[in-house]
T-cell receptor, first 114, second 113 residues
């Protein structure tokens, strides 16, 4: 079974600085998808960014980018120019190609220090 | 843009009662997923439907059942509720592709007393 590990239960960063959240996963599949979801205090699950395993280029969405290392099974999220609104729980998630379910990590709670 | 709609947003039930949660997917999304998120935990996959047929099943208790209707909305029926069923229940939807992204609704917070 696929597993997703987020080894940082909590992280904090000064406003306007850069922070990187770590995620590793275990799979025997070659085709899969990786996601970062954000869950603010409202508890809404909001998609931040997604990466297809067959793509070598790292995904980028405005201030959010990933460092995808397929051989190392690592998928970290970098947040640049951190803003107060970035404060949330961040979940890394994995999905097999053709499989329905998302498998989540345990999350990293990000605090932004003004 | 239209999002996934879930109702009710909050629900309080007594032990051994029954609850029904509803989910209305994003227009033109025909795949629906249900997840359960306990306090302080990550979301756990329960079940999914594609074109009104069950497409995948996770750790869903036998006391729970779900279906997808002709208009693609879905309902999660929970019977003989237990204290441990208290959680946030998310519905997510996606377009008909094995590669597509799941978009989550706001969740239904179920409290069992």
């Amino acid at each position: 079974a696929q597993t997703v590990t987020q080894s940082q239960p909590e992280m904090s960063v000064q406003e306007a600085e850069t922070v990187t959240l770590s995620c590793t996963y275990d799979t025997s599949e070659s085709d899969y998808y990786l996601f970062w979801y954000k869950q603010p205090p409202s508890r809404q699950m909001i998609l931040v960014i997604r990466q297809e395993a067959y793509k070598q280029q790292n995904a980028t969405e405005n201030r959010f980018s990933v460092n995808f290392q397929k051989a190392a099974k690592s998928f970290s999220l970098k947040i640049s120019d951190s803003q107060l609104g970035d404060a949330a729980m961040y979940f890394c998630a994995y999905r097999d190609f053709g499989n329905e379910k998302l498998t989540f990590g345990t999350g990293t709670r990000l605090t932004i220090i003004p | 843009a239209a999002g996934v709609i879930q109702s009710p947003r909050h629900l309080i039930k007594e032990k051994r009662e029954t609850a029904t949660l509803k989910c209305y997917p994003i227009p033109r999304h025909d795949t629906v997923y249900w997840y359960q998120q306990g306090p302080g935990q990550d979301p756990q996959f329960l079940i999914s439907f594609y074109e009104k047929m069950q497409s995948d099943k996770g750790s869903i208790p036998d006391r729970f059942s779900a279906q997808q209707f002709s208009d693609y909305h879905s309902e999660l029926n929970m019977s003989s509720l237990e204290l441990g069923d208290s959680a946030l229940y998310f519905c997510a939807s996606s377009r008909p592709s094995g590669a597509d992204t799941q978009y989550f609704g706001p969740g239904t917070r179920l409290t069992v007393l």
